[in-house]
T-cell receptor
Framework: AQSVTQLGSHVSVSEGALVLLRCNYSSSVPPYLFWYVQYPNQGLQLLLK??????LVKGINGFEAEFKKSETSFHLTKPSAHMSDAAEYFCAVSYTGRRALTFGSGTRLQVQP | DAGVIQSPRHEVTEMGQEVTLRCKPI?????LFWYRQTMMRGLELLIYFNNNVPIDDSGMPEDRFSAKMPNASFSTLKIQPSEPRDSAVYFCASSLNEGGETQYFGPGTRLLVL
């Protein structure tokens, strides 16, 4: 069975500071990994995904994530936070045999001026 | 493309009433997913379809929930009878038929059962 653990339900950073949101996964087969962002009262929007090509994945809005198989991690980073990055972020996993996404519990990012 | 379309966006109903949520996937997508989001349980899969056929309905809470996909451009999720614990945001998503393919989410239906 697959599972996703997001460490830290709330993360607060200052504008301009590094953003680091943590995600660890558990999968018995090669995973596909995703980061989605959800703004208040909206649906989920894909930030980036890993599908077994390059381990460092660049996404929209300056976000990137690195797949580390040895650590079973897929942490999301952004060098400099903007106020507009305040939202909830979800890490998710799927694999070829099961297309549905298994989500982590989410991390709410707060950006302080 | 207009993206995934869901209706209604908001639904308030009384316990015991039937509720029907609707979804129109992105044209050409082979997979359709229904997820539910609550504070207690987070985002969880209810059911998904491939080419209109249900593949995995293990997330459907109980017999009160049913989902259909009569054609490639329409799906419904029905709750009968509804209960207050069904209050949640219900998302529909669709994707192409490739491993690791992005799922595109609709705006969700916010359901409140009184």
């Amino acid at each position: 069975a697959q599972s996703v653990t997001q460490l830290g339900s709330h993360v607060s950073v200052s504008e301009g500071a590094l953003v680091l949101l943590r995600c660890n996964y558990s999968s018995s087969v090669p995973p596909y990994l995703f980061w989605y962002v959800q703004y208040p009262n909206q649906g989920l929007q894909l930030l980036l995904k890993y599908t077994s090509a390059a381990t460092l994945v660049k996404g929209i809005n300056g976000f990137e994530a690195e797949f580390k198989k040895s650590e079973t991690s897929f942490h999301l980073t952004k060098p400099s936070a903007h106020m507009s990055d305040a939202a909830e972020y979800f890490c998710a996993v799927s694999y070829t045999g099961r297309r549905a996404l298994t989500f982590g519990s989410g991390t709410r990012l707060q950006v302080q001026p | 493309d207009a993206g995934v379309i869901q209706s209604p966006r908001h639904e308030v109903t009384e316990m015991g009433q039937e509720v029907t949520l609707r979804c129109k996937p992105i044209s050409g997508h082979d997979y359709l997913f229904w997820y539910r989001q609550t504070m207690m349980r987070g985002l969880e899969l209810l059911i998904y379809f491939n080419n209109n056929v249900p593949i995995d309905d293990s997330g459907m809470p109980e017999d009160r929930f049913s989902a259909k996909m009569p054609n490639a451009s329409f799906s419904t999720l029905k709750i009968q009878p509804s209960e207050p614990r069904d209050s949640a945001v219900y998302f529909c998503a669709s994707s192409l038929n490739e491993g690791g393919e992005t799922q595109y989410f609709g705006p969700g239906t916010r359901l409140l059962v009184l």
